[in-house]
């Protein structure tokens, strides 16, 4: 923080995080998750898929092992993702896990395009229910 603040960042947050995720730090993980996903056989997907560490649609499983790889060490281009979906046509995000972190981040997102989204997090049974009635009431 005290680096960051020294080069000028004009703020500074620290983050309640257990791994250094999306940094150099990850390579050994990056290099193993690397040897895993080699004996995983991918098929070519039907629906594309968006990488978050480039910002394109693939469907190739090539293309899909190697993004996974190095999302572990490189910045994640959320919002470009995201903004992705939105132009085209997509209004509906359903945030999977604890917290609300993305869904928070697609509301600046939404906003920023004028754009009305439809925001669901499922981190539980109940949030799961939460989310199937949002849906259906769609």
């Known amino acids: ?21 999306h940094s150099p730090l990850m390579k050994p993980a990056s290099q193993k998750l690397s040897e895993v996903l080699d004996n995983i056989t991918f098929s070519n997907l039907k629906i594309p898929l968006i990488t978050n560490v480039d910002s394109v649609m693939v469907n190739d499983s090539g293309d899909i092992k190697d993004a996974l790889v190095r999302q572990l060490t490189n910045p994640v281009k959320w919002d470009d993702s995201m903004q992705i979906l939105i132009k085209e046509g997509y209004n509906t995000f359903i945030e999977v896990g604890p917290g609300r972190v993305l869904t928070g981040l697609q509301k600046r997102i939404a906003r920023e395009l004028q754009t009305t989204a439809e925001l669901f997090n499922v981190e539980d049974a109940e949030s799961l229910e939460k989310t199937i009635e949002g849906l259906r009431n769609q």
């Open 1 to 21: 923080m005290e680096l960051a603040r020294g080069k000028g960042a004009k703020k500074v947050i620290p983050l309640n995080v257990s791994v250094p995720s």
